[in-house]
């Protein structure tokens, strides 16, 4: 396990954590709470196959799904998805990230448009309400943000663990 975490480069927090809770590696896949370290393990080299690293950034991004309005980001993933389980092409791949790649160009460019229209009108307006009210918005959001950041991290999680199959190359 040491010689696994060691030639990957783990922080020393994480080997400390290692050496006083696991014996494997295998042992570490299953205890870790930090969905970031379970993640960091899980990209090394040969841990997941190609389909399953695949798949989990596809779980990853339809987390966001409802953030995605353009039909060519959505498309995106689900040809992701597709090419992992074998049943799309890598031109279609390609395809599907030039599309995706270009809503997300439009989806700047238009914000850009509309945060300069919209800019002066706005900053008076802002720079009054901000000071009455940026302790508590800060508050709120901050606290809304960690909650959903943690449900998610959650989900990552649950979602490696259920399916998933990772090797360690028998290392201890």
Known sequence: ?????EK??????GIDWCKENCDTMEDVWDKLKRVDWLVWVATKEGVLTDKELRLFACFCARQNWHLLTDERSRNAIEVAERF????????????????AYDAAYDAVAAAFDAVAARAAAVAAYAARVAARVADAAYADAAYAYDAARAA????????????????????K
Do not use: D
């Not at 990957?8 to 927090?13: Q, R, Y």
């Open 84 to 99: 992992a389980n074998g049943k799309a092409t890598k031109e279609e791949l390609k395809a599907a990230y030039v599309a």
């Open 152 to 171: 998610a991290r959650k989900e990552q999680m649950e979602w490696l663990r259920a399916n998933t199959t990772p090797n360690f190359g028998g290392t």
């Open 8 to 13: 990957n480069n783990a922080c020393k927090e």
């Open 1 to 5: 396990m040491i010689n696994w975490l």
